[in-house]
């Protein structure tokens, strides 16, 4: 009885999990099986990279906002954090590593370790409070990080690393140097290592890493906080450090996404519609609409509200209606009381239909 | 054998002094009750044990250890575990896992062996499942182990609480009206149940409470608190008979 109860949650739990990879998976095959025939356009296949740097975005949004149960609204100012730092250091070593594999594997692990160190020097002073007070600093460290970025020009030559946030003439470069980063020009030339496939394995790396974080003793603990912070206190969790563990881990994946994001163009700016307020709400949108605490509702949201305006763009006038349509469709599906009740049913009569048809056998 | 040592305990809010000059000793394996009418400051005595609140003056010496003004969780690490009054449970985990955060401290992986669900992950949460059934058992609640803890009835509620509690292996459980919402039949129950725990873990445990059946019934010892201050303290017999006590409290 005993060993049954633990198999059958365990079981829950994979079989949810499963489903999840299965159709990520799923849709790759798909979608490369549909560009092979050339049954894919040019405009969708632009797109597949930024769905999957969306939808990683929409997952890791979830740890900080579903399960540790805070609200972050600069979840694109780590994206950010990590696309600079990534496609600094891919320009950088672009001669001095040929090897694109090897290269675009260490800027993905500085992308997500600089990300997540700002994580930590964000949440360090922020979550030791009590109250909302994160949403208000990761808003502006969000604005911060894009601007402050787009007044700097950095260049390197055989003494180091020169910085200003004038002009490139101030860098003092020697003959040999180069400009990287370019004020508001931002960095160009960043080597094209992203593909649709590194996006796909990227975003099932991050799913195996959140997934197995939540069913672990620490995604326990962070969602002990978030049920209930005093008594998590009583039974003796550290709330700092798993506060801290969350969000960190959250804005490491957002600086991984940010990684993908920055060598899928051939010039990286950071511009308020890139790295900006915007973004940061649109991935909240996406985990909201998603289902706060769903995963696997976070990428649907991202894809479905990505590709929709982009799928109807030949109703022109049309588009943005049918658009908002969907965005309240979604909503009510997920947040009306009388539709959870319904939902709920569904599942209930298909369970106990389930059940039936085995003791008639 | 003393379990805890309360000396000269006061916190004051604002000009409220909610607890003036506290005292109390309580016997190790000992079911003390503590009771009073309502804002009498009981509850603001079990915060100042557990660090929710840092008392203006005192010391709280637990089994031997000076406790006092340390954080709610270096108090739970030293023995002191306890429920709320208004029940506080982790309501989207399920029942299961109330308790398994419960015992977090003392069966541990890293996080990186439970990301990649390395074999020390999978033994320790197969103890930790273990564990966990075995101490709902004890509060009738293996049936709803993997119910969410906000789907259970009210009192079973109250019992997962003290289940949580009891899973952090404390020295010293802290229990505040555990019996309030139960129904007779229910409070009798729990009565058993505390009973149990008592013997069964050798539990020192403190019992806020109001329903009197309950208090003369299990406890051993009583303080009553008005107004903050001790109003009498001794062997629950010599307590309930007490003049005083009967004017300010039973009576009512
Ligand atoms: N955090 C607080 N701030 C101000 N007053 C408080 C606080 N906590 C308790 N009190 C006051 O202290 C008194 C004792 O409260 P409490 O300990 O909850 O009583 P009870 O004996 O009913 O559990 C009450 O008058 C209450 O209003
Ligand atoms: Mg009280």
Known sequence: ?361 | MTMLEIRNLSISFGGLRAVDDFNVEVKKGCLYGLIGPNGAGKTTVFNLLTGVYKPNEGIITLDGQDITGKRTIDINHAGIARTFQNIRLFKDLSVADNVKVGLHNHMHYNTLEGILRLPRYRAVEKQLQEQALELLKVFELEAEAEVLAANLPYGKQRMLEIARALATKPKLLLLDEPAAGMNPNETLELMDTIKFVQDHFDMTIILIEHDMRLVSGICEELTVLNFGRVLCQGATNDVLKDPEVIKAYLGE
């Open chain 1, 1 to 361: 009885m005993r060993m049954m109860a633990a198999k059958i949650k365990s079981n829950k739990v994979l079989r949810s999990n499963l489903i999840t990879f299965g159709m990520v998976i799923g849709v790759y095959i798909i979608v490369q099986i549909l560009v092979a025939a050339g049954a894919v356009s040019s405009l969708v296949r632009g797109l597949l990279v930024p769905l999957c740097t969306y939808a990683i975005l929409a997952v890791s949004l979830n740890l900080t906002v579903g399960i540790l149960g805070e609200l972050s609204l600069g979840h694109a100012g780590f994206m950010c954090i990590g696309a600079f730092s990534s496609a600094f250091f891919s320009k950088c070593m672009q001669d001095v590593i040929p090897i694109a594999g090897i290269r675009f594997t260490i800027a993905i692990l500085i992308g997500a370790l600089t990300a997540g160190v700002f994580g930590l020097l964000i949440g360090i002073p922020v979550l030791r409070l009590k109250g909302d007070y994160l949403a208000i600093v990761t808003l502006a460290f969000g604005e911060i990080a894009k601007n402050i970025i787009n007044m700097l020009y950095v260049g390197i030559d055989e003494s180091g690393i020169h910085f200003s946030t004038r002009n490139s003439l101030e860098l003092n470069l020697s003959g040999n140097g180069v400009v990287i980063i370019q004020g508001a020009q931002g960095i160009t030339g960043t080597p094209n290592d992203s593909s649709f496939t590194v996006g796909i394995l990227l975003l099932l790396i991050t799913l195996v890493v959140i997934l197995n974080l939540i069913h672990s003793r620490d995604g326990r603990a962070i969602m002990a906080i978030r049920d209930n912070t005093i008594a998590a206190e009583s039974v003796g969790i550290n709330i700092t450090k798993y506060k801290l563990m969350a969000f960190s881990i959250s804005a490491s994946f957002a600086g991984v996404a940010g990684v993908l994001y920055a060598h899928n163009l051939s010039s990286l700016s950071a511009t308020s519609k890139n790295f900006g307020y915007n973004m940061s709400i649109m991935i909240l949108v996406f985990v909201v609409l998603g289902g706060i605490g769903n995963i696997r509702g976070s990428i649907i949201a991202a894809v479905v509200l990505t590709l929709l305006p982009e799928l109807l763009r030949g109703l022109n006038d049309y588009r943005m209606l049918i658009y908002a349509v969907v965005l309240i469709a979604m909503m009510l599906f997920n947040w009306a009381p009388s539709c959870i009740r319904w939902r709920e049913k569904i599942v209930y009569k298909l369970k106990s239909g389930k059940k039936h048809t085995k003791g008639a056998e």
